[in-house]
């Protein structure tokens, strides 16, 4: 027995009888091919006008228009994310490499004497007389004519002048984490060598702001820190009273625009004070 032949369905009919009471009651006959012809017609007028609606008319931004605002604030958070893992890299690069030169530096500040022979002093392998000014300051100059001799004093290292032109408003205070003085001074004040000697640190540090360390003899090391401008490079060669930076306010651990200047001697800090002879 068969359900479904397809000469009955050609011969089978649907009547359909309206109920209008204020008019006269009339059948309609439909066959079942038709109402099937009809439906599928219907249906595909229907699917192709949708499809012409959406390529040709606006209509597809109205019906997506919650999706896309959704894609494009995912797309928005994904570049954003993006951008700050790339900055986040670069300062962790960069941070690395400043911490990697700091320790250097300070692992220098613990050596008994400068190692001219080092790979970092290739470039400095000449006569330290030959970088001299023809002037000098007059303290040094008094120091000649006291001693005869063209050539500083051994302990000349232990004669510091101050750093830059200002009131020491901090004092050296290593109990309660304040490692060196303060200077009150204004943004851009000059800042120069304490004495003559080898640029080992001169970067930015998150902490200190624009920051620089310079190697003298007798193991001696001075720091200057929350600087606007460095002036000088690493490995650079100072003579005692050249310009070397400008005073700021840089760094997280600052409160203000002032030099904070410390003396280390072989990884021990020290009372910049008692170097200071003016």
Not at 24 to 46: A, H, N, P
Not at 126 to 132: A, F, G, N, P, R
Not at 245 to 254: D, E, F, K, M
Request: aromatic letters at 12%; hydrophobic letters at 40%; charged letters at 20%.
């Amino acid at each position: 027995m068969k359900f479904f032949n397809w000469q009955n369905l050609k011969k089978s009919f649907l009547y359909v009888t309206p109920n209008f009471p204020a008019i006269q009651t009339k059948r309609y006959k439909f066959s079942v091919l038709q109402l099937v012809y009809v439906i599928l017609g219907y249906s595909f007028f229907t699917t192709l006008l949708v499809i012409t609606l959406l390529a040709l008319t606006p209509a597809k931004e109205l019906i997506f228009i919650f999706e896309n605002e959704e894609l494009k604030k995912q797309a928005a958070k994904i570049k954003e994310l993006e951008t700050k893992v790339v900055f986040l890299t670069s300062n962790l690069e960069t941070l690395a490499s400043t911490n990697k030169k700091l320790k250097f530096a300070m692992m220098l500040a613990g050596t008994d004497t400068l190692d001219s022979t080092a790979a970092i002093y290739d470039s400095l392998r000449i006569d330290e007389l030959t970088k001299m000014p023809a002037g000098g300051n007059l303290l040094q100059a008094i120091k000649k004519l006291l001693n005869g001799d063209e050539k500083q004093p051994d302990d000349s290292a232990n004669y510091f002048i101050k750093p830059v032109k200002g009131f020491i408003v901090n004092q050296f205070n290593p109990e309660k984490g304040h490692m060196g003085i303060d200077f009150a001074v204004k943004n851009g004040t000059p800042i120069f060598a304490t004495a003559g000697g080898l640029v080992l640190f001169a970067e930015y540090t998150t902490e200190d702001g624009y920051m620089l360390m310079i190697q003298h003899d007798n193991n001696l090391i001075s720091v200057y820190k929350h600087c606007s401008i460095l002036l000088k490079k690493e490995r650079d060669y100072l003579v005692q009273g050249e310009l070397i930076a400008l005073s700021g306010n840089t760094g997280y651990n600052t409160t203000g625009s002032h030099l904070h200047f410390e003396i280390w001697k072989q990884g021990k800090v020290i009372d910049p004070t008692k170097y200071l002879i003016n």
